[in-house]
């Protein structure tokens, strides 16, 4: 039965976007020889594959780059997991503004924006029956999403595997990267995770076959991509490729061709980022695209010249701080880790249902990691700089060749630029009265240049930027103060001469500074006014994100928090801290796992260093 209206009867393209979670190109058209994709693999032969498409590494953050056309450090905390952040009161997801222009919105489900953009405002017909056939006005184009979650992380979880409809892969055909230690688990995890893809491609087979049952395909430009990176180790929630790196693939039926960006079966090398799409839809219906809006559009009747870089960002996750900026260009790809003494893995409740990580922790735990698979394990360099072409797996870092040089250099002022063009709130501790779109552009609040070079001297590990960080503790600005003391947390028992200064900064007006002092006074052999201060801060009402800044402080300490314990207890007790409240996570939730852990319930991370 025909429900729609045929090609010649809408002067507006109908947009359809087919999401899949979690996943890289796992695709036989991306040139993956273990795919069975053969829709997909259709559409990119009809359609334009983009091969450089990144995005943040995990949803939230990744979906707020695509409902706003901003990136979430822009309105902070909304770069962080579980955050709502703090937006303009002018700011709408962008389809709204379809709305506005006459089409019919529909959304199928997840609406996880990491903000308050409203919802009754973006989507016409919202939840898990949403559907473009509940478009009553057949005079109306629709834009529809429907997320596919059959690739979503917890389907590594069950003991249990899906009974597949086709042979499935097995655990000896995968390919396991030199990263990842080549366990049972792994191996499994990589199978499982192929299988799915294929489930996958099947499920988007059947919405693209409902298409054409409505009569509607004719008339209908076809977005498929993934939501953010994959969740096999060393992936979701990292800035490597496997956690960055997203298929994206568009359809254009022969009536709308026009607005294509190349010929059907075209493969588009140019950096391509989920902040592109709000300005690409609005520019595909022929909506103005506001001004505020940070990406490009990729096709439709505005043209746009190709970036030469996109940029990708990591801060909290679940409860666990770190902070992380990328650059990616069409061959390399460039990392800022702000917290290099961070590790790269750290112990995620949820990341660690996969057998995978556990198998990894495991074999950590027994020594017998080796130098390539402990790389992407223990603390993490400065920098880190890959030529994605030749070193797909992000194995070997380029940052201290010769030859490598003019890059380096090109996409450290590339991100300098962005930190200061998107006022990156990711810089502010979080919970600061500087955070959120309006409060961190008022004239004069802060300097957003010089924190940042602060805190890529705080990240270099120098000791001779010793004295910056003492003479910084001292300046009016609280980011500024924050930087000198995580520096001095970053150079442990080389900040020896901070001492004073630090212990002064343990009565900080920011509770931020202050849990950052401690750590820095702990890694100096003080833990005494360290935890008494870090006690304080976990029982205050009025800064939550002190108090969990405080938390991962006490989490990383271990085995020194130890005397903090019954204070942990009776927080986390009053608080019921393991449940989560409106979609974030409870500032106190962080202290289950550093009580698990003293209390011997969960056996602490194990880094192998190789020199």
Not at 14 to 25: A, G, K, M, R
Not at 215 to 240: C, H, M, Q, W
Not at 388 to 403: K, S, Y
Not at 424 to 440: F, I, K, T, V
Request: hydrophobic content about 40%; proline content about 8%.
């Amino acid at each position: 039965m025909v429900i729609g209206l045929g090609a010649a009867e809408l002067d507006r393209p109908n947009i359809l976007c087919l999401v899949s979670e979690d996943n890289n190109p796992f695709l036989g058209c991306y040139g993956d020889k273990l795919a069975r994709t053969p829709t997909l693999d259709k559409l990119a032969r009809e359609g334009v594959l983009y091969e450089r498409c990144f995005t943040c590494p995990v949803c939230a953050p990744s979906r707020f780059n695509i409902i706003s056309g901003m990136s979430p450090v822009t309105c902070g905390p909304a770069e962080h997991m579980r955050a709502q952040g703090h937006i303009p009161p002018w700011l709408r997801g962008f389809p709204a503004l379809l709305r506005e222009a006459g089409y019919f919105t529909s959304n199928n489900a997840k609406t996880d924006y990491n903000s308050p953009i409203s919802i009754k405002d973006a989507w016409t017909d919202q939840g898990k029956t949403a559907h473009w056939r509940h478009n009553k006005d057949k005079s109306k184009p629709f834009f529809s999403v429907f997320n596919h979650e059959v690739t979503h992380e917890s389907c590594l979880f069950p003991v249990e595997e899906l009974a597949f409809p086709f042979k499935p892969l097995s655990a000896e055909q995968v390919r396991v990267p030199p990263y990842e230690p080549d366990t049972p688990e792994i191996r499994a995890d990589w199978a499982r995770y192929y299988n799915h893809m294929l489930v996958m491609d099947g499920q988007i087979a059947a919405k693209l076959q409902d298409l054409e049952k409505d009569g509607l395909a004719e008339n209908t430009i076809v977005f498929y991509y993934g939501d953010n990176g994959g969740v096999l180790p060393r992936s979701k929630r990292f800035l490597e490729q496997s956690g960055v790196h997203v298929p994206l693939i568009v359809y254009y039926p022969p009536k709308w061709r026009h607005l294509a960006p190349a010929p059907p079966g075209s493969r588009i090398k140019d950096p391509v980022h989920f902040v592109d799409f709000a300005p690409t839809m609005l520019s595909l219906a022929g909506v103005k695209i506001p001004d505020y809006m940070q990406g490009r559009p990729l096709a439709g009747q505005v043209s746009s010249t190709p970036a030469e870089f996109v940029f990708t960002t990591r801060d909290r996750m679940d409860s666990c701080y770190d902070m992380m900026r990328g650059v990616v260009g069409s061959r390399f790809l460039y990392i800022r880790n702000f917290r290099p003494d961070i590790p790269f893995v750290q112990l995620l409740e949820y990341m660690f249902k996969a057998r995978g990580y556990q198998s990894w922790a495991r074999e950590a735990a027994a020594g017998h990691l080796t130098r390539e698979t402990a790389q992407f394990w223990g603390t993490k360099p400065a920098e880190e700089l890959y030529d994605m072409e030749t070193d797909p797996d992000n194995m070997h870092n380029l940052v201290g060749l010769p030859a490598y040089q003019p890059i380096l250099q090109k996409m450290r002022e590339a991100l300098r630029q962005q930190t200061v063009r998107t006022v990156d709130n990711g810089l502010l501790p979080e919970g600061s009265p500087l955070e959120g779109y309006d409060a961190s552009r008022v004239p004069g609040a802060w300097d957003v240049e010089k924190v940042y070079t602060l805190a890529c001297q705080a990240s270099d590990r120098d000791p001779a930027n010793l004295p910056k960080f003492i003479a910084a503790l001292s300046d009016s600005s609280e980011p500024m103060r924050w930087w000198a003391a995580q520096g001095c947390a970053i150079l442990g028992v080389k900040a020896a001469e901070a001492e004073s200064a630090l212990t002064k900064a343990l009565n900080d007006e920011s509770g931020a500074v202050a849990a950052a002092s401690a750590e820095a006074l702990a890694r100096l052999g003080k833990p005494a006014p360290a935890l008494k201060t870090l006690e304080q801060l976990i029982q205050r009402q009025d800064q939550e994100g002190a108090v969990m800044i405080a938390g991962n402080v006490l989490d990383r300490l271990g085995e020194l928090a130890r005397p903090s314990l019954p204070v942990m207890k009776k927080v986390f007790a009053t608080e019921k801290a393991d449940k989560l409240e409106s979609g974030k996570y409870a500032p106190t939730h962080i202290l289950k796992h550093t009580i698990d852990v003293l209390e011997g319930r969960v056996a602490p991370l194990v880094y192998p260093e190789f020199k």
